[in-house]
Nanobody, 116 residues
Framework: QVQLVESGGGLVQPGGSLRLSCAAS????????MGWYRQAPEKERALVAS???????NYANSVKGRFTISRDNAKNMVYLQMNSAKPEDTAVYYC??????????WGQGTQVAVSS
């Protein structure tokens, strides 16, 4: 049974930092592209950042220079370090594990709110 469990969401002030974590189980973690997506109210889910098994990263333009994605293949963990948070970063953040169309898994999401 595949499980992706996010943690670390919450309320952060503008300019603040937050670190999201995702624990994966039930998959051969090192074989998966891992990503963080987010969905704000009345908006579509969109890619925030992704990381290959060998550490190559990709970021949405809106978070470049502020967010950092990382992974620990030994611990089956992926992280999203969010710095210089902005109100427009408010969303539900989802962890994703992708290998193929039939091997594409999602976590349940964690809420991030950026507000003073």
């Amino acid at each position: 049974q595949v499980q992706l469990v996010e943690s670390g969401g919450g309320l952060v002030q503008p300019g603040g930092s937050l670190r999201l974590s995702c624990a994966a189980s039930g998959i051969l973690f090192a074989g998966y592209l891992m990503g963080w997506y987010r969905q704000a109210p009345e908006k579509e889910r969109a890619l925030v950042a992704s990381i290959t098994s060998d550490g190559r990263t990709n970021y949405a333009n809106s978070v470049k220079g502020r967010f950092t994605i990382s992974r620990d293949n030994a611990k089956n963990m992926v992280y999203l370090q969010m710095n210089s948070a902005k109100p427009e970063d408010t969303a539900v953040y989802y962890c994703n594990a992708f290998r193929s169309r039939s091997q594409n898994y999602w976590g349940q999401g964690t809420q991030v709110a950026v507000s003073s």
